[in-house]
């Protein structure tokens, strides 16, 4: 028995077989960055803007980045189908037309079956949501949207520029263009507790939304998180209450709901804590071994 509706089987109920996502940066900014909300980010935030990098450090196309991870994700997993993620900073924030050219460029190969798009909810419109919807039926559309917390207060700490409602109106737009969407939340953001975050999830469940991302809070170096860390005044979330909130978190989400992540991958080079974070495999057993354990599901508390 499944305990979650998994990303993978998901993409093997679509395709048949494995499709593996591909993650890209398109060299786009964010109006937390460039000045226009703020010029200091997310706390959290660091230079690659939780990205590959591989736009601005190896100012490499969109189609390089593709074609070097696709030599590794066919020699290593043997996939043949992949998904376009443009993932670093905010991949709705520009003009209409240079997305256009940057999401033709990533779809334009047949072994490219789908486009994840990750954004921010106050940096999309019904022009750039129906921009995403032209790609389909030929793709697998989705937008992903960071909403991190559902409680304002918490987004203001953050410095995330946005409020739930924003989020939500986002969503409903998102909708109203029939795509898929993705929410992103992260786990052990300051002043949160467990049934904060357990909240978060409730908030989502009451929204039209097709998938979760959860993450853990990476605290980098260089980032104001860093230097709250290092100054003693934030305590990472440990390993142990982590596994507790993901699987109180599933318990009440909607059983359909797809769980694209349930850890994520914290770069190696910066990360100050927490370091547990880096087992992704442990970490992803010990959340499997909860849900038998305490012969719990996905969806057994919701509604």
Known sequence: MKRYRDYNTYLQEIFGERVQKIPLDAGLSCPNRDGTLSSEGCIYCDARG?????????????????????????????????????????????????LKELYDAAVSRPDMVGLSVATRPDCVDREKLRLLRSYRPGHLVWVEFGLQSSHDGTLRLIN???????????????????????????????????????????????????GIKIHSLYVLQGTVMGALFNSGRYEPMTRARYVETVVEILEVLPPGLVIQRLTGDPPRTGLLAPLWTLEKQKNLNMIRNALERKNTWQGRLYG
């Open 50 to 98: 939780s990205g590959t990098g591989a736009f601005s450090s190896r100012g490499e196309s969109i189609v390089e980045q593709i074609e070097h991870a696709k030599n590794f994700l066919v020699e290593r997993y043997g996939a043949r189908k992949f998904i376009a993620y443009f993932q670093s900073f905010t991949n709705t924030y520009g003009p209409l037309g240079q």
């Open 160 to 210: 995330r520029g946005h409020d739930s409602t924003c989020f939500k109106e986002a969503v409903r737009s998102a909708k109203d263009c029939d795509l898929s969407v993705c929410a992103h939340i992260i786990l052990g953001l300051p002043g949160e507790t467990s049934a904060m975050m357990v909240e978060t999830a409730r908030f989502l469940a009451d929204l039209p939304i097709d």
